[in-house]
């Protein structure tokens, strides 16, 4: 039994007083001390604040913040899994209790789930896409699974769920981080899509399509997409279609600053930090179409990407609201809206039979979105780390 006591608990749902009481990883009671029994241990709140822990809907497990991302495809399995358990350990040390990784190669983010789980490594609960489906040469294509036409989709598809994914990705356009991939237009055609959203809900799998451009966000809105990532030319068709359509943005400030504010004399390569300036240039304008549209949003940071760290991921809910998010729609975001978005239903808030994934704080979440960024303690799925 674990008991977290002397703080108030915070979640949507309001601010109780506690303790919170977890037995076997589940939370068990709050606002009522335990009936029997001495807890096994003991922490102290010291007047903070009890929060869900942090889920993050974006990350790539294995990929590091290096300025050139590239570099990684020359590193082999093992390293990468050396690196993806570093990685997950300095995410779950700060506060992040779930991430979704949306592409790593082979089957590095499903067995990074399952070492986890396993207790062979320390982190959050993973929730795998295993690779990216994306058109032959196109974005990100050294770690994904190629794929052309409707069928050869169908098939890319069901090789990921067999493989143990939760979530299908795929590349609706080029991206920043791939050279000579084009950020505009589009990559998977509308027809390849709807056979990608076929395929993943004939299994009941969600899905997410990485988009920049206004016609790729469409396309992906259009085929049924769960979330859209990055949306960065979003505008206010694409987000009034967004809305209608119940679909998640994901929109991973944190990758596009990661880039734009170190540059090239950071050694991120020049044609990744042109491309990132022409989407900062347009990001803007997508926050307040998504705003104005109330579009639902999930916290996500594209963790991974140059200067971009796991360890890091709280920085997003102060970008979010420096772009005009409430520090209470950011809580939101990271975590009931993430915890539905990843199909979660049993974490992202502090009540009975919900998981105990939970952070003390200094302060409330919902009056200060930087609240996260040095979290006192952090329990993952009922275990002090």
Same mark, same amino acid.
């Given at each position: 039994m674990l008991v977290i006591e002397n703080a108030t608990v915070v979640d949507v749902d309001g601010a109780r007083e506690g303790p919170v009481v977890v037995e076997n990883g589940e939370i068990t009671a709050v606002g009522e001390s335990p009936s029997a029994n001495d807890p096994d241990v003991v922490v102290d709140g010291d007047g903070g604040v009890v929060a869900p822990g942090l889920i993050d809907s974006h990350v790539h497990v294995s990929m590091d913040g290096r300025p050139n991302t590239e570099e990684i495809r020359r590193e082999s399995a093992s390293k990468l899994a050396y690196r993806a358990a570093k990685n997950m350990q300095e995410a779950v040390r700060a506060g992040v209790t779930t991430v979704r990784d949306?592409?790593? !190669?082979?089957?590095? =983010?499903?067995?990074? &789930?399952? @070492?986890?789980? *396993?207790?062979?490594? *320390?982190?959050? &609960?993973?929730?795998?896409? =295993?690779?990216?489906?994306?058109?032959?040469?196109?974005?990100?294509?050294?770690? =994904? #699974?190629?794929?052309?036409?409707?069928? +050869?989709? %169908? %098939? !890319?598809? #069901? *090789?990921?769920l067999k493989k143990g994914a939760e979530v299908v990705k795929t590349m609706a356009t080029g991206g920043v981080l791939t050279e000579g991939a084009e950020i505009g237009g589009y990559e998977m055609s509308p027809e390849e899509l709807d056979a990608l959203v076929d395929a993943a809900s004939a299994k009941g799998r969600p899905t997410a399509a990485h988009c920049h451009s206004v016609t790729g966000i469409k396309n992906a809105t259009r085929a049924g997409i769960t979330s859209v990532e990055h949306g960065t030319f979003m505008d206010a068709e694409a987000a009034a279609l967004m809305a209608d359509e119940d679909t998640y943005w994901v929109p991973t400030a944190s990758a596009i600053h990661?880039?734009? *504010? /170190?540059?090239?004399?950071?050694?991120?390569?020049?044609?990744a930090v042109a491309k990132a300036e022409d989407a900062a240039d347009a990001f803007e304008d997508a926050w307040s179409h998504a705003l104005d549209h109330d579009v639902p949003i999930a916290m996500g940071t594209d963790a991974g990407t140059p200067f971009n760290y796991h360890r890091d991921a709280a920085h997003e809910? +102060?970008?979010?609201?420096?772009?005009?998010?409430?520090? +209470? &729609?950011?809580? +939101? @975001?990271?975590?009931? /809206?993430?915890a539905d978005l990843l199909d979660l239903d049993d974490v992202g808030r502090v009540t009975e039979g919900y998981r105990a994934d939970l952070v003390v704080l200094d302060s409330d979440p919902r009056e200060d979105a930087s609240a996260y960024t040095s979290p006192r303690a952090v329990v993952a799925d009922g275990t002090v780390v």
């Open positions: 949306l592409g790593s !190669a082979g089957t590095l =983010g499903p067995d990074t &789930r399952d @070492a986890i789980d *396993e207790g062979l490594v *320390e982190g959050p &609960r993973v929730v795998p896409c =295993g690779s990216a489906v994306i058109v032959t040469g196109g974005h990100g294509h050294w770690a =994904g #699974r190629e794929a052309d036409g409707p069928a +050869e989709v %169908k %098939k !890319a598809v #069901r *090789e990921q990661g880039i734009v *504010e /170190n540059g090239t004399e950071a050694g991120i390569p020049d044609w809910l +102060e970008l979010m609201h420096d772009y005009g998010l409430s520090a +209470e &729609r950011a809580f +939101e @975001a990271a975590t009931v /809206n993430a």
